[in-house]
Nanobody, 123 residues
Framework: QVQLVESGGGLVQAGGSLRLSCAASGRTFSSYAMGWFRQVPGKEREWVAAISWDGGSTYYANFVNGRFTISRDNAKNTVNLQMNSLIPQDTAVYYC????????????????WGQGIQVTVSS
């Protein structure tokens, strides 16, 4: 069992930056691949980024275009998403998620989810 809690969201102007963090409970955190997703009302949850269990591999959705960086610290049971050059289209609720094996882009592949945190980018 893994419990995930996001933090770091909020309101930022276009062009600004935010750093999301996800704190995980459980002794097996380091064995999970982690992902970040986002969702706006009326749309499906959208994959943003993923990182392998050891942090050695990272993956990004095309729309990230070099603006975001995912990282993890297994000693602290945390995964982060540094978001730079934010645009209004990045406005969404952001979720972190844990996946037992491999990594993936589909929400249904993930086993545990945080409650989500709002990110709002004003123009």
């Amino acid at each position: 069992q893994v419990q995930l809690v996001e933090s770091g969201g909020g309101l930022v102007q276009a062009g600004g930056s935010l750093r999301l963090s996800c704190a995980a409970s459980g002794r097996t955190f380091s064995s999970y691949a982690m992902g970040w997703f986002r969702q706006v009302p009326g749309k499906e949850r959208e994959w943003v980024a993923a990182i392998s269990w050891d942090g050695g591999s990272t993956y990004y959705a095309n729309f990230v275009n070099g603006r975001f960086t995912i990282s993890r610290d297994n000693a602290k049971n945390t995964v982060n998403l540094q978001m730079n050059s934010l645009i209004p289209q990045d406005t969404a609720v952001y979720y972190c998620a844990a996946k037992r094996t491999g990594w993936g882009m589909a929400a249904h592949e993930y086993d545990y989810w945080g409650q989500g945190i709002q990110v709002t980018v004003s123009s």
